[in-house]
């Protein structure tokens, strides 16, 4: 079944993966327009067309048509919505495509199986978060911390994020059924918390973020 998995955590955060075994027509049939992503989709050729259209697809689905038809990218790529207080966010991997929508800012991330993330692993991973990986399923886990930090800087949505100084994942203990954990972005004054959650869907790890509080540190007294 194509539709791999769909989720609302809570309030109106709701996320979605695709399973895409459809041809591109089937999407291009089913989709209300696609005008938000013209003419950069219209470059695209191949695998990432087809997960470009399927993300859309489920942007759709969890949007609905009118919100959907406010759907833009800004000149970094990012998707946006123009409804107010409506964040999305989408991510694609190797035949599966996943897609969230919130209240406040989130991110998504889906990632397939990949063990070069080990050697990669020190240019994202703070010191204490290497500490604590699971000793039986260490890349598992490290997979978790991958998707955390894709998905906070999709959330942050402004660049200039350095992934092992600003965002800050909190020790967790990994669970191969899924689980849901902590995490902060740290950026000059500001200091941002997410809740995240996490599954394993057969060779793909998924993980979402959701904002969940705001400070402005060092802020003028009143």
């Not at 490290?142 to 949505?157: D, Q, R, S, T």
């Amino acid at each position: 079944m194509p539709l791999a998995k769909s989720e609302q955590p809570a309030g109106g955060t709701r996320w979605a993966a695709w399973h895409i075994e459809e041809p591109e027509e089937w999407f291009l049939s089913a989709l209300p327009g696609i005008a938000a992503d013209e003419p950069p989709f219209e470059a695209l050729k191949g695998r990432l067309r087809l997960e470009r259209l399927a993300s859309r697809y489920l942007l759709w689905q969890l949007l609905g048509e009118a919100a959907y038809s406010t759907v833009f990218k800004d000149d970094k790529g990012r998707v946006h919505c123009g409804e107010p207080g409506m964040f999305i966010a989408v991510s694609h991997s190797a035949g599966y495509a996943a897609a969230i929508r919130g209240n406040s800012p989130v991110g998504i991330d889906i990632q397939v199986w990949a063990p070069k993330l080990e050697r990669l692993a020190p240019k994202f991973m703070r010191e204490d978060e290497t500490a604590s990986l699971s000793a039986q399923d260490p890349l598992a886990h490290l997979h978790v911390f991958w998707g955390a930090k894709e998905a906070l800087f999709k959330a942050w949505g402004r660049g200039g994020i350095d992934f092992r100084a600003n965002l800050i994942v909190a020790p967790f203990i990994y669970d191969e059924k899924g689980g849901l954990f902590e995490a902060r972005i740290e950026k000059g004054d500001e200091l941002l918390r997410f809740n995240l959650g996490y599954c394993l869907l057969g060779t793909y790890m998924l993980v979402y973020a959701e904002n969940v509080d705001y400070t402005l540190l060092n802020a003028p007294l009143r």
